[in-house]
């Protein structure tokens, strides 16, 4: 399945590696949980990719899972190894919110089986933070005002909280449409008012996670069958999805000689292609500290949702140890395609206009163009705040 239009005017060439990283672009704005993401072969036969690394100011935030499916790049280099081009994608979820805001620098490096000095990619990218805040467990829209400038989605008024210090403050945010994600992006917040500064007792025993931590697990929900731990942590049970967002989740054998396998996603019960594993989650081996592989345990892969008919959808990850346990994990998820359409290279609303609706903001009078059929709708969407991505999503789509 593809994420988007394929490009590889910018893909970089070394004398064994050919590599792009394609989620972000240099100066790009960033919030919230996203996905670094990209791909990478070399060009030798029966030669591979061996680790990617991920860097982020010049400090390691470990390794980065390869290598997935990626037919949209096997076809786009047919002169190379069909094998080498097909498993080429990489990718890791990140939680912007770890970084102050500013500048920050990341790279990745790519280093092969057949050795030599690792190939490198690197970005530089603007971190936007709601209220300073890491992990926001509020946002409440509440008496809030929301306005359009222009391309910009303008929201006032905003509280938010902290999940760790329990801090909470008013901000102001703007949001703006980014084709690359096929969602709305906060590329500006300012904090306008403190409205408390305290830390629960329960806050100050949470131990601070110096990673690209996602959440707490959420142990409860986490599924076991007999020999592997696992959990899908986006999208949630019954969540409405849109556009571009990242499958995640980790898992983990309980056997210390065992590891990871395969994962596997399905969805609608149709195999779609192998999940990149097994990236560092400290966050897990800290909630389970008695299982030596809860360390190597964080999995996740892009997904356009536009590539799925609107209307209620299953999806399915199978993971299967290296003893031959498997576990199937599963999520039931509402698609919602604006415009009925796979991906959007218009998201007009020069002539929209907004209002709130408790906690969902509405915007009416879109004009939205197809990509690839290039027909045209004008539409009304609704979104709403996913605190597992730390952004807004579209939670419905008419016209």
Not at 125 to 141: A, M, S, T, Y
Not at 144 to 154: D, F, K, N, Q, T
Request: hydrophobic share 40%; charged share 20%; with cysteine.
């Amino acid at each position: 399945f593809t994420l988007s239009a394929y490009s590889n005017t910018s893909c970089a060439v070394t004398t064994s590696v050919v590599a792009m990283l394609e989620s972000h672009d240099h100066g790009q704005v960033v919030s919230g949980i996203t996905a670094i993401r990209g791909w990478a072969f070399d060009v030798r036969a029966g030669s591979r990719i061996n680790t990617i690394e991920l860097l982020v100011d010049g400090k390691s935030y470990g390794t980065i899972p390869c290598c997935a499916q990626r037919r949209d790049v096997q076809g786009a280099f047919p002169a190379f190894p069909a094998d080498n081009t097909l498993h080429s994608g990489w990718g890791t979820t990140f939680n912007w919110g770890i970084l102050p805001s500013g500048v920050h620098t990341i790279r990745v490096k790519v280093h092969s089986v057949a050795g030599g000095p690792p190939h490198t990619e690197t970005r530089t990218v603007v971190v936007v933070k709601p209220g300073e805040f890491e992990f926001l467990e509020r946002f409440d829209l509440s008496t809030a005002m929301v306005s359009l400038a222009g391309e910009e989605l303008i929201v006032r008024g905003v509280r938010v909280r902290d999940r760790t210090t329990l801090q909470e403050k008013t901000i102001e945010t703007r949001f703006r449409w980014s084709s690359r994600s096929q969602s709305f992006e906060l590329v500006g917040a300012v904090t306008v008012a403190h409205r408390s500064s305290f830390r629960s007792f329960v806050a100050s025993l949470l131990p601070a996670f110096p990673s690209g931590v996602l959440e707490t697990p959420a142990v409860p929900a986490a599924q076991a069958a007999a020999g592997i731990i696992a959990l899908i942590e986006s999208p949630q049970a019954g969540q409405v999805v849109s556009g571009i967002d990242v499958i995640r989740g980790w898992a983990f054998p309980e056997t210390r000689e065992a590891r990871p396998e395969e994962i596997q996603l399905l969805l609608d019960g149709q195999p779609m292609s192998t999940i990149p594993c097994c990236a560092e989650r400290r966050d897990v081996a800290a909630v389970f500290p008695q299982y030596p592989n809860a360390l190597q345990s964080g999995w996740g892969v892009a997904f356009n949702y536009g590539l799925l008919p609107s209307g209620l959808h299953t999806i399915s990850v199978r993971v299967r140890d290296s003893l031959g346990t498997v576990h199937m994990l599963e999520r039931r998820v509402e698609v919602v395609r604006p415009g009925g359409f796979e991906f959007l290279d218009r998201f007009d609303l020069s002539a929209a206009t907004v209002y709130r609706d408790g906690e969902d903001i509405v915007i009416q009078g879109v004009w939205v163009r197809d990509q690839s059929s290039r027909q045209e709708k004008n539409i009304d969407v609704r979104v709403r705040w996913l605190p597992s991505s730390q952004s807004l999503g579209i939670v419905s789509a008419t016209g």
